[in-house]
C-alpha cells in the first residue's frame, strides 16, 4: 500500500491551503483515515481523522479551521486547511489503515508535505 501525499507550500498568515493523499495498492478497504503533523523540535501529533462511516476528529487546535474529507471512490483523503497560523507549519504526513486483499491488515504512512506559513 502506497499513499502519495501532495498540496504542501508556503502560504502568508490568514491563507488556505488544501492537502491531498492518494493511497493505491492491493486494498481491500480502507477504515481510518487522518492526517498528523510534526514541528520542528516535536513530537508528531494527530491533527484531524475521519472513520470510514464518516465521522471525524479534530486536534483542539485546528478545529473551526480545518476540515477532513474523503472520497472513496478515489481512496483520497484531504484536508482543507483555512485561517492558517504560523504555529501551523510542519511536515503534514497522512496515515491510512485497512485491509489488503487476501485479508491482511495494513497501517500506512505518506511520505509528508511541508506546510510552512510565514509572511
Known amino acids: 500500500v502506497q499513499l502519495q501525499a501532495s498540496g504542501g507550500g508556503l502560504v502568508q498568515p490568514g491563507g488556505s491551503l488544501r492537502l491531498s493523499c492518494v493511497v493505491s495498492g492491493r486494498i481491500f478497504s480502507i477504515n481510518a483515515m487522518g492526517w498528523y503533523r510534526q514541528a520542528p523540535g516535536k513530537q508528531r501529533e494527530l491533527v484531524a481523522a475521519?472513520?470510514?462511516?464518516?465521522?471525524?476528529s479534530y486536534a483542539d487546535s485546528v478545529k473551526g479551521r480545518f476540515t477532513i474529507s474523503r472520497d472513496n471512490a478515489r481512496n483520497t483523503v484531504y484536508l482543507q486547511m483555512n485561517s492558517l497560523k504560523p504555529e501551523d507549519t510542519a511536515v503534514y504526513y497522512c496515515?491510512?489503515?485497512?485491509?489488503?486483499?487476501?485479508?491482511?491488515?495494513?497501517?500506512?504512512w505518506g511520505q509528508g508535505t511541508l506546510v510552512t506559513v510565514s509572511s
Open positions: 475521519i472513520a470510514s462511516g464518516g465521522s471525524r
Open positions: 496515515n491510512v489503515d485497512g485491509l489488503v486483499v487476501g485479508g491482511w491488515p495494513y497501517d500506512s
